[in-house]
């Protein structure tokens, strides 16, 4: 089964978790990691570059926020899921990012995940 790829590791970032990390949106995706060389890498998206404790796990922070896919509200992996099980490999969707204070949408061009 071919399914669309976006290629970023993601933590769900919501109430507490966005202030304690003083992020520009209340909820939304902090980027922890962009593939090497994935679809999101490409289009320019940026994971974290520093590491902060929250509780007792390690979180990569200073990366992008991820809010929307294609003017679709996204909060949790699954969300995400959603909007890319309607889409195929190479199709390209827009992915709006906070990066600092300033709000961008980022054309990415999907990439495919084989298998399960």
Do not use: C
């Amino acid at each position: 089964m071919h399914r669309a790829f976006l290629g970023v590791e993601t933590l769900s970032v919501s109430g507490w978790l966005s202030e304690a990390l003083d992020l520009p949106v209340k909820e939304g995706l902090l980027v922890e990691r962009a593939t090497k060389g994935g679809p999101a890498a490409a289009a320019g998206i940026q994971g974290g570059n520093r590491v902060a404790e929250a509780g007792m796990r390690k979180i990569a922070i200073g990366g992008d926020v991820i809010t929307a896919i294609d003017n679709q509200k996204v909060a949790s992996q699954l969300d995400v899921n959603l909007v890319l099980n309607h889409k195929r490999p190479g199709d390209s969707v827009t992915v709006t990012v906070y990066r600092g204070g300033k709000k961008m949408d980022i054309p990415v061009k999907l990439g495919e995940r084989t298998g399960n």
